[in-house]
């Protein structure tokens, strides 16, 4: 007897050579067992996806295929590979979408369920509205659709939406305090992460056709209650596409939660994902930490998810984009601040120069305060902890006389006719730096955590239109889902300790949009002798690797 598989009624059912046993940990989707179940499963169903079919052809090889397994793989096939295709939605009068946008557009239309990596600035927005809009028109099954994204870009999905579909499709705001949805649902609806968390149990009761993922690795966490929620959410819906320029931010395991939502059937189980496809080596308490993807089982991987995962980097698709042209600013702590930092670096404890004493009880708050002295003068207040037999909270506030401040107003008054925009994971650094260009009336928009939506669209809306000649912004507030493509030149006061938030933040100036411009100039301030100078080390060594 040899191997055989069949296609039956939405399954595959494999019938395995007794001789050649198979047990369920070879594979990553949840076997049924036909028949009396033991450690070797001699006659198994899968769902039919064409993950587990690859896996499938691989794991069991020279096994005897039926005509409606033949068929159904080569229907795959072809769906997968397929390029070229014209749109069979006509987009708005001046608005022409990237050759790369058709593409995706069609491909989410032949396999449903897709995950875009494209690198940032590229318009990944554009080519998932396009997708869905196409894949409605030839099968009638992907409205209504649901946008998650972050808070800060709720805005720009709607804007884009309204500019790409607006003269044929419903759109729907569901934010705020009087957000409502109709009970016969159609169209596109738009909300974020947070509103989604807190309204599951009334968007789960919805039948979506297509639920989109912005920024999808904020749901890489499998164990947070924000990858629970759009996990449901999404088991509720017939297709998912899922969107990130940076989605793996450590290992291929960052992106298991968002393939789970996109594919259940092939990816159900995470520990048999890990076990088939990853690398992996001892972590803390002797739990597995993944490396990297298997190099014996990276071809197979791929072959799996094809048709389903594609990338667009910048180079091939934007080689008109200007490039980007590094430099870094260098600045010195004044001595008494350099005795100081240097103290605090070693003991972490130090004099400061008030009289009062900086003292940590953990590595964290030691970052903190060290990443605090890079930029300028502080101030240190304690506050008792109810517990007695804990630590005092320690509060470090950044005062006026930041030498990072007064490096950057050097960089305007040397670009005396460019847009500026600033960037600083310090709210307090941002708020140093906005004081100093009120002082030298230069105006400014201001980006940062807080604002209303309608605030936040208004900076942003003044700085591109060139009302305001620079723009401040924290990185969590302005680094992801903004477009200020005004700015041809960027500078970060500091570095946040994410490689994909530095990315992602530089990025809202270098996108589509940018070609104006020769260069996009990334100018670091860094303090000399510092932790400064470390973290950016450490950034471009992952940058690079």
């Excluded at 080689?319 to 605090?344: A, G, I, N, Q």
Aim: charged share 25%; glycine share 8%.
């Amino acid at each position: 007897m040899s191997h055989a598989l069949a296609v039956v009624e939405g399954s595959i059912v494999a019938m395995v050579d007794p001789s050649r046993p198979l047990g369920q940990a070879a594979l990553t989707g949840a076997a049924k067992p036909l028949g009396k179940r033991t450690d070797a499963i001699p006659a198994f169903s899968l769902p039919l996806t064409w993950g587990n079919l690859v896996q499938l052809s691989s794991t069991l090889p020279g096994a005897a295929w039926t005509p409606e397994r033949d068929a159904w793989a080569v229907e795959q096939v072809i769906a997968r590979t397929t390029t070229g295709e014209q749109l069979t939605c006509t987009p708005p009068e001046g608005r022409t979408p990237y050759p790369w946008q058709v593409e995706a557009a069609g491909m989410f239309a032949r396999v449903g369920g897709n995950l875009y990596s494209d690198d940032p600035g590229t318009g990944k927005t554009i080519s998932a509205l396009l997708a869905v809009m196409e894949r409605h028109l030839r099968n009638a099954d992907a409205l209504p659709a649901l946008v998650v994204c972050p808070a800060s870009v709720c805005s720009a999905w709607l804007e884009a939406a309204r500019d790409w579909l607006g003269p044929w499709m419903r759109l729907i705001d569901y934010r705020g305090p009087k957000r409502s949805l109709p009970v016969a649902l159609d169209g596109i609806v738009v909300t974020s992460y947070n509103t989604m968390t807190l309204d599951a149990v009334k968007l789960k009761r919805h039948a979506w056709g297509t639920v989109i993922l912005d920024e999808h690795h904020l749901v890489k966490n499998r164990d947070a209650k924000r990858t629970q929620v759009a996990n449901q959410v999404c088991k509720g819906s017939r297709h998912v596409i899922a969107l990130s320029g940076t989605p793996l931010t450590h290992s291929p395991d960052d992106v298991f939660a968002t393939l789970r939502m996109i594919d259940p059937g092939t990816w159900p189980d995470h520990d048999r994902f890990v076990q088939r496809y990853c690398d992996t080596d001892a972590g803390d308490y002797g739990e597995p930490k993944v490396i990297g993807l298997r190099g014996d089982r990276a071809g197979e991987f791929y072959a799996g998810m094809a048709g389903a995962w594609r990338r667009v980097t910048k180079a091939d698709a934007l080689p008109f984009l200007p490039p980007k042209v590094r430099s870094t600013r260098t600045v010195t702590m004044p001595p008494k601040w350099r005795k100081v930092y240097d103290e605090f670096a070693k003991t972490m404890a130090a004099d400061l120069p008030d009289g009062g004493q900086l003292d940590v009880m953990s590595v964290l708050t030691q970052l903190i305060g060290l990443m605090a002295i890079t930029a300028g003068p502080c101030r240190v207040e304690y506050e008792p902890d109810e517990d007695p037999n804990k630590a005092d909270h320690v509060h470090i506030h950044l005062e006026p006389g930041s030498w990072k401040v007064a490096a950057l107003a050097e960089v305007l008054a040397e670009r005396p006719e460019q847009q500026v925009l600033v960037f600083s994971p310090s709210r307090q650094l941002i708020d140093l730096a906005a004081a100093r260009l009120d002082a030298d009336r230069i105006t400014y928009a201001k980006i940062v955590g807080g604002q209303t939506t309608r605030k936040r669209d208004a900076e942003k809306e003044a700085f591109q239109a060139g009302e305001r000649r620079v723009c401040l912004a924290t990185t969590q507030a302005g680094g992801v889902g903004l477009t200020l493509t005004a700015a041809s030149t960027v500078v970060f006061l500091s570095r946040p300790f994410s490689l994909v938030e530095a990315l992602q933040a530089e990025d809202r100036a270098h996108r589509i949009g940018s070609e104006r411009h020769e260069s996009i100039e990334i100018v670091d301030i860094v303090t000399e002798h510092s932790i400064d100078q470390r973290v950016a080390a450490i950034l471009r060594d992952r940058e690079q690797s």
